[in-house]
């Protein structure tokens, strides 16, 4: 029998091409791949776009697995990363936008991205380390720092958390740890106090939480030795919008000149908090 004569028996014409396959959709891959997919999209884009497509879409990303799995990808955390992580979503998140919130804060800058809110004696100066009887600092990264005078000088930095990228539920529900720190040093020869206010606020500017501890005198004849000033905000109020962090003293001799303590190496960083529950529904603490 020849091949036209087995096309003609089996019902098909000879000169017709073989039936199609059927086309697979995306959906239809196993779960698993579909996931490692979606760890390879911008995060923003998962949640704006991809999320809305449907409801497999839907489910795959919010499931906790493909925000861990972009971590890893992304080198937020290591394949033996054995701490508890209340929402890995959330963490990721913070992951991101992790940074220092104040900018300039070890005067290379100049008094640049401060406010200056008092310029006694003889005004806030800039100084490279170690400085006239001073000490250098523990980070060699660290080449500059600001000081003050024989009259108060104080400076400020107001952070609005929207405008860095932190959004209402983050703050409001997670209430992320918020780390403050700040370094300070007086001269050898020469006394001083060292302030320092931090005010977590809402978003007309009502204070919710604030760190300021009784300023900070240092004698005459020390060890010019840098100080680090660390605070850690948890589980405050919520309706946080805004932090204002503001800092500086004055020298204790009243001498011309800059004597008074030394500021620098400034931060601010919205931390992920891995244990702690979330917010009640009715924002009480």
Same mark, same amino acid.
């Given at each position: 029998?020849?091949r036209s004569?087995q096309?003609t028996d089996?019902?098909?014409?000879?000169?017709?091409?073989?039936?199609a396959?059927a086309?697979?959709?995306?959906?239809e891959?196993?779960?698993?791949i579909l996931?490692?997919?979606f760890?390879h999209v911008?995060? !923003?884009q &998962? +949640?704006?776009?991809?999320r809305l497509?449907?409801?497999?879409?839907?489910d795959l $990303? #919010?499931?906790m697995?493909?925000?861990?799995?972009?971590?890893l990808?992304e080198g937020f955390?290591?394949?033996?990363?054995?701490?508890?992580v209340a929402d890995?979503k959330?963490?990721?998140?913070?992951?991101?936008?992790? !940074?220092? &919130? +104040?900018?300039?804060?070890?005067a290379?800058?100049?008094?640049g991205?401060?406010? $200056? #809110?008092?310029?006694?004696?003889?005004?806030?100066k800039?100084?490279?380390l170690?400085?006239?009887?001073?000490?250098d600092f523990p980070?060699?990264?660290?080449?500059?720092?600001f000081v003050?005078?024989?009259?108060?000088?104080?400076?400020?930095?107001?952070?609005?958390?929207?405008?860095?990228?932190?959004?209402?539920?983050?703050? #409001?529900?997670?209430?992320?740890?918020?780390?403050v720190k700040?370094?300070f040093a007086p001269?050898?020869d020469c006394?001083?106090?060292?302030h320092?206010?931090?005010?977590l606020t809402?978003?007309?500017?009502?204070?919710l939480a604030?760190f300021?501890?009784?300023p900070?005198?240092i004698?005459?004849?020390?060890d010019?030795?840098?100080?680090?000033?660390s605070h850690?905000f948890s589980?405050?109020p919520?309706?946080?919008?805004h932090?204002?962090?503001q800092?500086?003293?004055q020298?204790?001799h009243?001498?011309?000149?800059?004597?008074g303590?030394?500021v620098?190496n400034?931060?601010?960083i919205i931390?992920?908090?891995?244990?702690?529950?979330?917010?009640?529904a009715?924002g009480?603490?």
């Amino acid at each position: 029998m020849t091949r036209s004569s087995q096309a003609t028996d089996s019902g098909l014409c000879a000169s017709c091409p073989a039936p199609a396959m059927a086309p697979v959709t995306i959906n239809e891959l196993p779960e698993n791949i579909l996931l490692e997919l979606f760890t390879h999209v911008p995060a !923003r884009q &998962l +949640l704006l776009h991809c999320r809305l497509v449907c409801s497999l879409w839907r489910d795959l $990303i #919010d499931l906790m697995t493909l925000w861990k799995r972009k971590c890893l990808c992304e080198g937020f955390i290591t394949k033996d990363w054995d701490q508890p992580v209340a929402d890995w979503k959330v963490f990721y998140f913070l992951c991101t936008l992790r !940074r220092n &919130l +104040l900018h300039n804060p070890c005067a290379e800058e100049d008094m640049g991205s401060w406010r $200056i #809110d008092s310029n006694g004696g003889d005004r806030w100066k800039v100084e490279s380390l170690p400085g006239d009887h001073g000490t250098d600092f523990p980070d060699p990264n660290v080449q500059k720092y600001f000081v003050t005078s024989y009259g108060m000088c104080l400076k400020s930095q107001l952070v609005d958390l929207k405008a860095e990228g932190y959004w209402e539920e983050l703050l #409001d529900t997670f209430r992320p740890d918020i780390v403050v720190k700040d370094w300070f040093a007086p001269r050898s020869d020469c006394g001083c106090a060292y302030h320092i206010r931090v005010q977590l606020t809402s978003a007309d500017y009502i204070v919710l939480a604030s760190f300021e501890p009784p300023p900070v005198i240092i004698h005459q004849w020390n060890d010019a030795k840098w100080t680090e000033v660390s605070h850690t905000f948890s589980d405050y109020p919520p309706g946080v919008r805004h932090i204002l962090f503001q800092h500086g003293g004055q020298d204790t001799h009243f001498w011309a000149g800059w004597y008074g303590p030394r500021v620098t190496n400034s931060s601010i960083i919205i931390s992920h908090k891995t244990t702690r529950s979330l917010a009640p529904a009715d924002g009480s603490a």
